[in-house]
Structures are given as C-alpha cells and as structure tokens.
Antibody, heavy 114, light 112 residues
Framework: QVQLVQSGAEVKVPGASVRVSCKASGYIFTDYAIHWVRQAPGQRPEWMGWINDNGDTKYSPKFQDRVTITRDISASTAYMDLNNLTSEDTAVYYC????????WGQGTLVIVSS | DVVMTQSPLSLPVTLGQAASISCWSSESLVYRDGNTYLNWFHQRPGQSPRRLIYKVSNRDSGVPDRFSGSGSGTIFTLKISRVEAEDVGIYYCMQATHWPYTFGQGTKLEVK
C-alpha cells in the first residue's frame, strides 16, 4: 500500500533552516510527483511546491526565494528545505502524492522560536 | 493568487440531516484541457487532510456515496446527504487549476 512517512518534529531558532524528509513506499517513486503543503496553526493549508516524476520543481511565488525541494531516488525520499525561518513558518508540513489517488504523509511540526 | 471563499464558516448539523457547503473562486477554474480542478478535503483535528472529491464531482476511493460535489466555472457545492458522527471536522475546497494552488478558509462541521 502507498505510504508517505515524514521525519520528526523540529524546533528551530529564527534565521535557521529546516529540512523535512518524506519517504515513499508501496509504489514506483519516480512515477509520481511529490507535493509539499504546510498548515499554520488554525489556518488553511498552503501549497508550497512540488517535484515531478522527471525531477523538475515548481514553487509557489510566496516561497520561491526560500524553499528547495529535492529527491533521492535511491532512497525513495523527497526533501523540503526551507531557509531563513521566522516565527511565521511555525506550521505542520505535509508531503503528498495527488495523482491516481491522494496520499499524504503524517505531517511534520516545525516550531520556530527564539 | 486565486481566492477561494467558502460559506458557511460554521455548520451545526443534526445527525442524519443533510448539509451543504458552498465555495466560490475569484477566477474560472476551467483549465485549458477542459477539466475543472476543484477538490474537496476533510480534516479532523490532528490529522492530515483527506481528499474526498476531485475534479468537481468525482469521489475518491473509499469515500461514501453520501458525499457529492457539483458546480462549474466559479461556483461549487459539496453536499452530504445524511451526516454521520465521523463527518465532523473542517471541510476545505481547493483549486488546482491556477498556480499556486489555493484553499478556501474552511467550514467547520459540528453536530448539534
């Protein structure tokens, strides 16, 4: 069965960077895009970007300057790096596969606090 | 960005009764391929969002047939024919026609 398992919670200070990983299983990793979505406390989700089956990336203009999405095909794992963190980046970060079904990781809480 | 607006924001419902949520987009959601990429999600506290409906009216696998979606262009509706206790939570419409994809502000469904 398709599973996306994300890395654990992170606590960061303002100005730092964070990397969240998303390990896929149950399907051919390179056949599908992986999307990244975040949700601040009490807010609606925000789509951050994706890496497609070819390895091409697309980022929301809001995050364009600070986010990098990559993947390690050998590990069937996608990564989302977000730098220059502020308190407004405190959120749960999700990875998702949205084609031929809709599968989400369990979410990774990132807290940014001094 | 395309603005998605939902109504109502709070929806108290009696078990077994019907419920309806409306969603409006600031631009047409018809894509150049002719499809309309309007989705509906359900989220329970502490859980990941779960997609219920894709492309306006198609139910995802495992979604009960009491959920239905309709609409076109800029106006869309999610209907639940008979609300069950497991349906409580927040419902979001979400457009995947224009980049960046955007969500509505959410409708909180609760049981009276």
């Amino acid at each position: 069965q398709v599973q996306l398992v994300q890395s654990g919670a992170e606590v960061k200070v303002p100005g730092a960077s964070v990397r969240v990983s998303c390990k896929a299983s149950g399907y051919i990793f390179t056949d599908y895009a992986i999307h990244w979505v975040r949700q601040a406390p009490g807010q609606r989700p925000e789509w951050m970007g994706w890496i497609n089956d070819n390895g091409d990336t697309k980022y929301s203009p809001k995050f364009q300057d600070r986010v990098t999405i990559t993947r390690d095909i050998s590990a069937s794992t996608a990564y989302m790096d977000l730098n220059n963190l502020t308190s407004e980046d405190t959120a749960v970060y999700y990875c998702a596969r949205t084609r031929e079904g809709n599968f989400w990781g369990q979410g990774t809480l990132v807290i940014v606090s001094s | 960005d395309v603005v998605m607006t939902q109504s109502p924001l709070s929806l108290p419902v009696t078990l077994g009764q019907a419920a309806s949520i409306s969603c409006w987009s600031s631009e047409s959601l018809v894509y150049r391929d002719g499809n309309t990429y309007l989705n509906w999600f359900h989220q329970r506290p502490g859980q990941s969002p779960r997609r219920l409906i894709y492309k306006v009216s198609n139910r995802d696998s495992g979604v009960p047939d009491r959920f239905s979606g309709s609409g076109s262009g800029t106006i869309f509706t999610l209907k639940i024919s008979r609300v069950e206790a497991e349906d409580v939570g927040i419902y979001y419409c979400m457009q995947a026609t224009h980049w960046p994809y955007t969500f509505g502000q959410g409708t909180k469904l609760e049981v009276k």
